[in-house]
């Protein structure tokens, strides 16, 4: 029977996509588990905080550089790291700007209860502006879309609801409804079966690239066309493996040499050597390095088809 963190090396968001590569890091890992198991009340919960942490995360270097002080002082953080555990107070407000921006956009003429709310949260109206001058001349088939958008980040904004809750039987006829709609006026669903409008799944507030995700759907509803108004950068891929292969690098050196010269970046933060120490700083940099290097991959075969 695998532990947790076993299952979690292998899956397929993370070293399970990358073939035999998957079974020679549990190797490695293992060999560092059985020198620091059973680890103490402490230093497993730490493990389940690092768990928690992908590279998708909007607040990726923050939170990976608490999780190296939780494992040098083997105290749990006792905070979200990770998925919208990982969201702030101003990170909300911008994203609620967003949706009330939309939804005071909806009416079109008159006035509505989201303009008093959007004020608070956009002060300056920055969101509003951009947001309506993405949008452009109104149309019916751009109001469905901005409607049909706004019904899957109000999703989001409530949290994550299971299957089965009242929140998804409500939610899931809502969107299926303004879909036919669409089709309707736009048979060939040029947004609707892009990818980024894909269900509610890209959505996602804690997702380091959500805001700019927010932007090309309202930019391509405007424009009537997806990513009509942004085209694809083609290297996000690459900027955030570099990132995240620069977070790792020391860590990796430690775990190496404690004392090297290339460990210096994060000894501070580690402190000295233990078998549970040392377990759990590999086990932070394996499963992040699996992402970095599927992300690299997948930024290149794109740059190269």
């Known amino acids: 029977m695998c532990e947790a963190w076993e299952e979690e090396v292998l899956a397929g968001h993370r070293w399970g996509r990358h073939g035999d590569r998957a079974d020679g890091e549990l190797t490695r890992l293992r060999k560092l588990w059985n020198g620091a198991r059973p680890l103490g009340k402490a230093a497993a919960a730490v493990l389940e905080e690092i768990r928690s942490l992908e590279i998708c995360n909007w607040d990726l270097e923050n939170g990976f550089t608490a999780l190296l002080g939780a494992i040098g002082r083997k105290k749990p953080l006792g905070r979200g790291v990770g998925h919208l555990a990982s969201m702030t107070g101003d990170r909300w407000k911008t994203v609620w ?71 998804r039987a409500a939610h899931e006829p809502a969107v299926k409804t303004l879909e036919e709609r669409i089709r309707g006026l736009d048979p060939g669903g040029r947004i609707l079966d892009a990818l980024e409008m894909e269900g509610d799944g890209r959505l996602e507030p804690c997702s380091h690239k959500a805001l700019r995700r927010y932007d090309i759907i309202v930019s391509s509803i405007g424009a009537g066309v997806w990513r009509g108004a942004m085209p694809a950068r083609g290297t996000d891929g690459l900027e955030r493996a570099a990132l995240l292969e620069g977070l790792i690098a020391p860590v990796e050196a430690w775990v190496e040499h404690p004392g090297g010269r290339d460990a210096r970046g994060v000894a501070e933060k580690l402190g000295d050597p233990d078998p549970e120490k040392v377990f759990l700083a590999a086990f932070l940099a394996s499963i992040l390095k699996s992402q970095a290097l599927s992300a690299r991959l997948r930024a290149e075969a794109r740059l190269n088809g």
């Open 97 to 167: 700007a967003y949706y009330l921006a939309l939804k005071n956009w909806l009416p079109g003429v008159g006035s509505s209860g989201h303009a008093a709310l959007l004020r608070t949260v956009d002060p300056e109206g920055e969101v509003k502006s951009r947001v309506e001058g993405m949008l452009g001349e109104r149309t019916e088939l751009k109001e469905l879309y901005v409607e049909r958008f706004c019904q899957c980040l109000e999703f989001w904004l409530g949290g994550i609801y299971p299957e089965g809750s009242p929140q």
